[in-house]
């Protein structure tokens, strides 16, 4: 800690986790070994671009060979996709700030995860804490990746996404988490939005989603929802 | 985020600088130890400056240590970090240098502990103040842009849910 004198007895925090930086600032956190053809971000994870053309073929692929099914495909590849997620944002940020995850402030964890989504291209992640005491998380996605490209369809297409955040807050919680997407921007809404809670107690969102129900009347319809946790 | 140097290299693609990029290469140059100096003084100045800010906000917002563990030494540090990113974007010419290094993250994480759009732009503009204050008129200049920016930058947060200030 430095003794800078603020006031006296007071000195400034620069001990905190916080003080070491951004691990996602822009112009540092990935870089590309041409020789090698490697990008690996500055904790060493190897990265590669995923282009629209293969997002749009491996979803298209995906759709012509499962059909009905395609949905139930894209939430479980995301689940596991999220679990390995949530190891590997674990690991590089114990790395980089020195310190386990669960020791981190509920702000600073939120912080690192947006920029974990921005800088990846995943799109402009908010989470939404409102609900979170009636055991509810809002994520909240503009410009998701998916439902960009996708454009327009009659279902939420960002059912991969909800999958990566059952996946990543049941791995990070150790709880029986799922998530179901509630809006879409292919279907029309301003932003993709997601609900995450215990896996018994969203059983009926997907139902609840296709019968018209909204975002707001879901939430509240969970709020009624009481499971043995 | 590009600097000037990196924004005029990447303009000339496959081809020789032109008579004009290299004297805006040659001005910016020639602008370092200048850059340089005013890094130098907002070092020595800064404990000075956010002392100031503090001092103010102590006064505003006297309920704000009862929320916060550490909140002053915390808000001293934040304080410490946002002028050294603004010091660094001065270095470089780069206005979006601090934004996509520290502040949009960084507004993220306050916006998350419950500060209000009002505390931020309170907290940024007594930064701009302070530092007009505190360091010579050219000095506060080349920097008064980013100082600006911040301020828009970081009061851009939603009401929290739960304010905390």
């Given at each position: 800690?430095t ?30 070994d ?27 692929a ?34 980089f ?44 996605l ?23 955040f059952?996946?990543?807050f049941?791995?990070?919680t150790?709880?029986d ?38 975002h707001a009347d ?12 | 985020?590009?600097?000037r140097?990196m924004?005029?290299?990447?303009a ?22 200048k ?20 001092a103010?906000?102590k ?13 002053w ?29 520290l ?7 306050v ?19 302070a530092s ?15 100082l ?15 304010p905390a200030?």
């Open positions: 800690m003794a800078e004198t603020i006031a006296p007895g007071v000195q400034s925090a620069s001990d905190d986790i916080l003080f070491r930086g951004n691990l996602y600032a822009e112009g540092i956190y990935a870089k590309t041409v020789v090698k053809g490697v990008t690996r971000n500055r904790l060493g994870t190897r990265l590669c671009s995923l282009s629209e053309d293969f997002l749009l073929g491996m979803r298209r995906i759709v012509d060979e499962c059909g009905s099914a395609a949905d139930a495909v894209f939430k479980s590849c995301g689940k596991r996709w999220g679990a390995l997620l949530a190891r590997r944002f674990e690991k590089e940020m114990s790395e700030y020195g310190k386990a995850i669960g020791e981190f402030s509920m702000s600073m964890f939120l912080g690192c995860l947006v920029e974990l989504f921005s800088h990846h291209g995943w799109g402009k992640l908010n989470l939404d804490l409102t609900h979170y005491e009636e055991g509810l998380l809002i994520a909240e503009r410009s998701a990746i998916m439902a960009d490209l996708v454009k327009e369809a009659d279902q939420p297409a960002d059912t991969l996404f909800a999958g990566i059952g996946g990543f049941a791995t990070l150790g709880e988490l799922d998530c179901v997407q509630t809006t879409c921007t292919a279907c029309g809404a301003d932003a993709s939005r997601f609900v995450i809670g215990l896996t018994p107690r969203l059983a009926d969102v997907e139902a609840w989603r296709n019968d018209g129900t909204n879901i939430i509240a319809n969970l709020a009624q929802v009481r499971v043995k946790g | 985020m590009y600097s140097m924004q005029i290299i990447n000339s693609d496959s081809r020789y600088l032109t008579a004009q990029e290299q004297e805006q290469v040659m001005a910016y140059c020639a602008s370092m130890p850059r340089f100096q005013v890094s130098r003084l907002v070092e020595q100045k800064e404990t000075e400056i956010v002392n100031q800010v503090i103010e906000l006064k505003r917002y006297a309920n704000f240590p009862n929320l916060h563990d550490r909140a030494e915390k808000g001293f540090r934040d304080l410490q970090l946002v002028l050294r990113y603004i010091v660094q974007g001065m270095l470089m010419d780069d206005l979006d240098m601090a934004a996509d290094k502040l949009y993250w960084f507004r993220t994480i916006a998350s502990a419950g500060m209000t759009p009002r505390f931020m732009r309170d907290t940024y503009t007594l930064l701009r103040d007009k204050q505190k360091l010579p008129p050219d000095a506060y200049q080349m920097l008064e842009t980013h600006n920016r911040t301020i828009e930058i970081m009061a851009d947060i939603p009401e929290p849910y739960k200030v």
